[in-house]
């Protein structure tokens, strides 16, 4: 009945053997974005491996690690490379970590991820803070038997975004003069990039910018009582009318670049909270 409880005490004994403080704050750095972990004084790096339950990440162009230590004053813990639904995980794996960052006692999840921009005023290497989301994954992490212990059955969803962290991260993008939009992330399975007929469906939904991650994530943050700040780079724009072919190397290019921004706007927002 509590086998997932099970799973998170183990993954969490492991990581306290080596990492025995409490960290505040979980990252999760997404495609081409692991830069970040540079900045961080780092005091303990497990490979993913050696942490029970933990899914093994398949991507290149993610390294498999999490990486404990202090950044802009606070405990934190980020997680260098995330899992996909695209990889063969089910929801429940992909969101494994963010289980164990809670249990642990990061009391924030910030979540960031490569994303192709759909609204026209939207550039290359933009930051778009992410201010909610529409998720179109053929699944939930959810699904199954509620642990009660774990967070509620039926998790509210009016404000997965935490409005105050939203504003932080506004404050801190304008003093670094960080060009930073707000919009709607809306969450696909991928493997493969849209057709124009999607991207004209997605953008018509409502969202701004199209990615194949973070909402299971966040879902699971937010059933565990966490509060949530998401940034999207973009990485490719998405426009129907001219679309034109993605290469993962040009993806990696531009997340470079916005990944450079936002190693520069995630420690200036965790300096903020309190
Ligand atoms: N679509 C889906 N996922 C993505 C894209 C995109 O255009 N760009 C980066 N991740």
Not at 29 to 44: H, P, Y
């Amino acid at each position: 009945m509590r086998e997932l409880a099970g799973k998170i005490d183990a993954a969490c004994q492991a990581i306290s053997a080596k990492y025995p403080e409490r960290p505040k704050i979980g990252l999760i750095l997404g495609t081409g974005l692991s830069g970040l972990s540079e900045q961080i004084d780092q005091q303990a790096v497990l490979p993913y491996e050696e942490i029970p339950h933990f899914p093994q990440s398949t991507v290149e162009s993610h390294t498999g690690q999490l990486v404990c230590g202090k950044l802009a004053g606070q405990n934190i813990m980020a997680m260098e490379g995330r899992f996909h639904y695209y990889e063969g995980y089910s929801l429940q794996e992909v969101t494994f970590p963010v289980r164990v960052m809670k249990q642990l006692g990061c009391e924030i999840l910030i979540v960031t991820n490569a994303a192709g921009g759909m609204n026209t005023q939207y550039s290359l290497a933009d930051i778009m803070i992410i201010e909610d989301h529409i998720n179109m994954l053929p699944e939930n992490p959810l699904r199954g038997v509620n642990d009660d212990q774990l967070g509620p059955r039926f998790p509210d969803m009016s404000a997965p975004y935490d409005a105050e962290l939203i504003q932080v991260a506004k404050a801190s993008a304008l003093s670094l003069d960080i060009p930073a939009q707000t919009g709607v992330f809306v969450a696909v399975s991928g493997p493969n990039l849209e057709t124009r007929a999607e991207y004209r469906m997605l953008k018509a939904f409502g969202a701004d910018v199209v990615g194949m991650s973070t909402v299971p994530e966040v879902i699971v943050a937010q059933h565990a009582g966490m509060r949530v700040l998401g940034f999207s780079v973009v990485t490719d724009l998405c426009l129907p009318d001219a679309l034109e072919p993605v290469e993962l190397s040009k993806i990696l290019e531009v997340a470079a670049i916005g990944g450079e921004r936002l190693s520069r706007l995630i420690p200036k927002d965790i300096e903020t909270i309190d």
